[in-house]
């Protein structure tokens, strides 16, 4: 039995190494996602229905629904929500990724990257900054202002320098940022500033007014999280392929929608094993506190899917900045990683770990043998609907997502007539 997991495991980790996450454009997201329309708002995490979301999706549904025009005011909007008329869905079921409640609705722009090596494509909404903000459960006049912005200013010009400068290599961009001292989830600031090295002459040359470029350049330089959406679609490219691989026991996703946090194994296709998620533990906004705080949420940890964010700690010290716990902790966490994956990354490696490369390919078997959960470093959204971020912290899946999901495994051999 080993034999043909080992070999299945082996494609799985190939396809991870040798992709090659690329951003190639933008567009709007119902001309762009596959399935997307109108009366449709997807979500980060497994799939959720109204009466179980938590109170930060809520707010993103509301705040969404009043930004797509389909409702007025927020009691307009949370009738709309609950009345049935509107189809929820998950954001991995439509080829993309969110972060935080992840909400994308018809109308919003997204960048588009492609895998060269594999030819399939992820997307991402742009990022809106911290704070009170929408992906966080916000839904105020002023995100709603911000929104329209990003639309009828941002969007245009990114949009136009892009299709200026031509394809950008996210995989070369994420290996030059992890040596800076990111780990590409938590920190982003080597990663938004090499994107904005890379994109400014492209941006210049747009037909846009000279105002218009200065408040663009403006709100990049002031959003370090701005790469985020860059990575996490990176991230999603890579790994939707290890999908298809059947008998791999690689898990190809982990996300969380704020009640539940779900994993998928490439073995078991498009099967979500779920269990709530946990409160996150770490450092709160002045007067906030644990109690203020939501259980997890947000398709950012696809970054750690593929070996990134918490499993490249080590290589971002100052995150602890952020998140709480000292550069000690940081490498200690990555260091913990190498015992649930398979092998390291060739492309990502960490100057301060010798140039090792990062955890690479999370085998349910090593988690569970183990007793290890993967580390997920992360932003926390107060529970509260229309609040936005309390805080940051660092936070592990619930176990019982892989026990049911190696259990599952097994009884698909045993269904098979594969065990020994």
């Known amino acids: 039995m080993a034999n043909f997991i080992d070999q299945a495991n082996k494609e799985a980790l190939k396809l991870m190494q040798d992709a090659q996450p690329t951003l190639i454009g933008m567009g709007i997201a119902k001309d ?25 999706l809520r707010g993103a549904v509301v705040g969404g629904i ?8 927020v009691d307009e909007a949370k009738e709309l929500a609950a009345s049935g008329k509107i189809d929820f869905d998950s954001c ?30 992820a997307y991402c909404t742009m990022n809106e900054g911290l704070g009170e903000v929408l992906r966080f459960g916000a839904y105020g006049e002023n995100v709603i202002k911000h929104l329209n912005w990003m639309e009828k200013t941002l969007y245009p010009i990114l949009k136009e320098a892009i299709e200026i400068h031509g394809p950008i290599d996210i995989k070369s961009m994420n290996a030059q940022a992890l040596q800076m001292g990111d780990e590409m989830h938590n920190r982003n600031k080597a990663g938004t500033s090499l994107f904005i090295r890379e994109i400014a002459s492209s941006i210049v040359k747009t037909n846009a007014s000279e105002e218009d470029k200065v408040k663009v350049f403006d709100f990049l330089n002031s959003n370090d999280h701005f790469y985020l959406n860059l990575s996490m679609p990176g991230a999603k490219c890579t790994m939707d392929p290890v999908g298809k691989v059947k008998y791999s026991t ?57 070996g990134i964010g918490g499993f490249a700690m080590a290589s971002a010290p100052a995150i602890v900045q952020f998140v709480g716990g000292t550069p000690a902790d940081a490498v200690q966490y990555t260091t913990s990683m190498y015992e649930i994956t398979l092998e390291e990354s060739v492309a990502y490696k960490m100057p301060n770990m010798n140039f090792r490369g990062v955890p690479t390919g999370i085998d349910i078997r090593k988690v569970i043998e183990t007793q290890i959960r993967p580390v997920i470093n992360t932003g926390i959204a107060s529970k509260h609907a229309g609040v936005g971020q309390v805080g940051a912290g660092v936070v592990r899946p619930p176990m019982k997502c892989f026990e049911d999901a190696l259990q599952a495994f097994v009884e698909m051999l045993d269904n098979e007539g594969l065990l020994d």
């Open 250 to 306: 690689v898990v190809y996703t982990m996300a969380r929608n704020g009640t539940e946090f779900g994993i998928r194994v490439a073995g078991l296709g498009n099967r979500w094993f779920t269990a709530p998620a946990e409160i996150i533990d770490g450092l709160y906004f002045p007067g906030y506190s644990m109690e203020d705080a939501n259980r997890d949420i947000g398709d950012s940890c696809i970054t750690e899917t593929s």
């Open 66 to 73: 009043i930004y797509q025009g389909l409702a007025e005011t």
């Open 92 to 121: 991995h079921h439509h080829s993309a990724v969110g972060p935080m409640a992840g909400v994308v609705t018809a109308k919003m722009p997204v960048f588009i990257v492609k895998n060269m090596d594999q030819g399939n494509y």
């Open 32 to 56: 762009t996602l596959p399935g997307m329309r109108e009366n449709l708002i997807l979500h980060a995490g497994p799939p959720v229905k109204w009466e179980d979301m938590s109170g930060p």
